[in-house]
């Protein structure tokens, strides 16, 4: 697989942190510090209370705002929720789908993170789909097999052209939040069953042109070795991504990798 072919992307997870206002100063903190970058393409994903600030905020930067769930639905009564063409109309170019808080805290299904990633694809936004196991899952040693199967359902009717708007990030349930971290090795062995399986489904022009990101606690410390492994295409940072010197330390190693 030739990485050349994939764009570095580091995307920012800020999770349910920052009211607008601090979501301001944040990013008046950040866009100087990756203004020079010049090849790795950067995302933040902030609270919907956040979305419009930093959407004004980053107007002509080279940070792009995604949001951090989104819909199946295109409207109706869904109380809480938001549809695909409302981030659109407010600017959001990118939303994440399946993040393992959501599966664990809000009872997300491999099928609906299927529905919600259709959703998202359909409008046209960059789609961010998380898969990973549970430590329970590999001390068993089903990695491959439970992400495998995360993989395949996510991308059931998603067609081939709609895969330039796929990301997937692997995301070791175990390594976030917990202070433990993949190994380079590990997080690299994944990563490459992931594009093999992508690879099986649409081909290996796909397979070698879609960007799989790690998102198992990549830090300024680890980063440059993560993001060495030919599978690793880039981030999905979560604390990280909420302390600016951090976030550009992984930005920059992305960009010049």
Not at 14 to 20: F, I
Not at 209 to 224: E, P, Q, V
Request: charged share 20%; hydrophobic share 40%; glycine share 8%.
């Amino acid at each position: 697989m030739n990485k050349s072919l994939r764009k570095p992307l580091v995307v920012g997870n800020w999770k349910m942190n920052k009211t607008p206002h601090e979501c301001v100063e944040l990013l008046d903190e950040l866009i100087p510090m990756v203004s020079e970058v010049d090849r790795a393409d950067i995302v933040v994903c902030v609270p919907f209370v956040d979305l419009c600030s930093a959407v004004e905020k980053t107007r002509g930067t080279n940070i792009r705002v995604g949001a951090q769930n989104v819909h199946s639905a295109p409207k109706g009564s869904f109380t809480g929720e938001i549809s695909a063409e409302m981030l659109l109309e407010i600017g959001a170019t990118s939303v994440i789908v399946g993040h393992s808080e959501r599966r664990t805290y809000f009872g997300e299904t491999d099928e609906t993170v299927n529905l919600r990633a259709r959703a998202a694809l359909d409008a046209g936004l960059q789609t961010i789909i998380c898969v990973g196991e549970t430590l329970t899952d590999r001390d068993a040693g089903i990695t491959e097999e439970v992400v495998g199967l995360q993989t395949k359902i996510a991308l059931q009717n998603v067609s081939a052209e709609q895969m330039a708007n796929v990301v997937i990030a692997y995301e070791p349930v175990w390594a976030i939040g917990t202070g433990r971290n993949a190994s380079t090795a590990q997080a690299q062995e994944v990563c490459a069953q992931i594009r093999s399986i992508i690879g099986k489904i649409y081909g290996d022009f796909i397979a070698d042109r879609t960007h799989i990101l790690y998102g198992g606690s990549m830090n300024a410390a680890n980063c440059a070795d993560l993001l060495n492994e030919a599978d690793i295409d880039g981030g999905l940072i979560g604390g990280a991504s909420l302390k600016p010197v951090d976030f550009t330390v992984i930005v920059k190693a992305a960009n010049n990798n």
